[in-house]
């Protein structure tokens, strides 16, 4: 059972950025996609990107295409998720598990708020 611990959340204003980051244990991380989830209050939580094992292959959600950027480093265990030109939108508590995801690997998230 992998164990993911998301980090990099915070506060900004509309057009700001963030980096986000998921560091994952054990010594299999290589051997998953990941991705990059998030859950609006009263919403239900949404794939927002993917990347396959080798990091050759990323998809995104339409609305973030262009803004949001995902990677990984397989020598770190650690995938991470680039946002840029934030809005208010995005405001969400953001998960990272792998794909398909494990029920019980979903972390306790970190929280991006953007402000108008």
């Known amino acids: 059972q992998v164990q993911l611990v998301e980090s990099g959340g915070g506060s900004v204003q509309a057009g700001g950025s963030l980096r986000l980051s998921c560091a994952a244990s054990g010594r299999t991380f290589s051997w998953y996609s990941m991705g990059w989830f998030r859950q609006a209050p009263g919403k239900e939580r949404e794939s927002v990107a993917t990347?396959?094992?080798?990091?050759?292959?990323?998809y995104y959600l339409d609305s973030v295409k262009g803004r949001f950027t995902i990677s990984r480093d397989n020598a770190k265990n650690t995938a991470y998720l680039q946002m840029n030109s934030l809005k208010p939108e995005d405001t969400a508590v953001y998960y990272c598990?792998?794909?398909?995801?494990?029920?019980?690997?979903w972390g306790q998230g970190t929280q991006v708020t953007v402000s108008s």
């Open positions: 990347i396959n094992m080798s990091g050759a292959t990323r």
């Open positions: 598990n792998k794909i398909p995801p494990l029920e019980a690997s």
